[in-house]
């Protein structure tokens, strides 16, 4: 069973930096590519960046250059850390693991596990 627990959200100004974690058990960890995703209200979730196994990573445009995402092998963690944040980027945040292979690696419909989310909430 795969399971995977975001960490390190909360509130903080426009500008500021956070940087959240997910660690990942079981067998979904690096199959191809992870993710992570946000979700605000009332509105989809959308993919913000994802890492390949070789290392790979793609941005979404509304984030690149301010956001980066990593991870530890050794620990099974996926890191995001976000500098010069905006209002705008308040949401609920999301791991995603186990791609299934049906699309690309920052479409929500692309990953069997999810963790619970964490919370930023950026105010101006």
């Known amino acids: 069973q795969v399971q995977l627990v975001e960490s390190g959200g909360g509130s903080v100004q426009a500008g500021d930096s956070v940087t959240i974690s997910c660690a990942v058990s079981?067998?979904?960890?690096?199959?191809?590519?992870m993710g992570w995703f946000r979700q605000a209200p009332g509105e989809e979730r959308e993919g913000v960046a994802t890492?390949?196994?070789?290392?790979?990573?793609t941005y979404a445009n509304s984030v690149k250059g301010r956001f980066t995402m990593s991870r530890d092998n050794a620990k099974n963690t996926l890191y995001l850390q976000m500098n010069s944040l905006k209002p705008e980027d308040t949401g609920m945040y999301y791991c995603?693991?186990?791609?299934?292979?049906?699309?690309?690696?920052?479409?929500?419909?692309?990953?069997?596990?999810w963790g619970q989310g964490t919370q930023v909430t950026v105010s101006s």
């Open positions: 079981g067998d979904g960890y690096n199959n191809h590519c």
């Open positions: 995603a693991a186990g791609w299934n292979g049906l699309g690309s690696c920052l479409l929500r419909t692309s990953y069997n596990y």
């Open positions: 890492i390949y196994t070789a290392g790979f990573v």
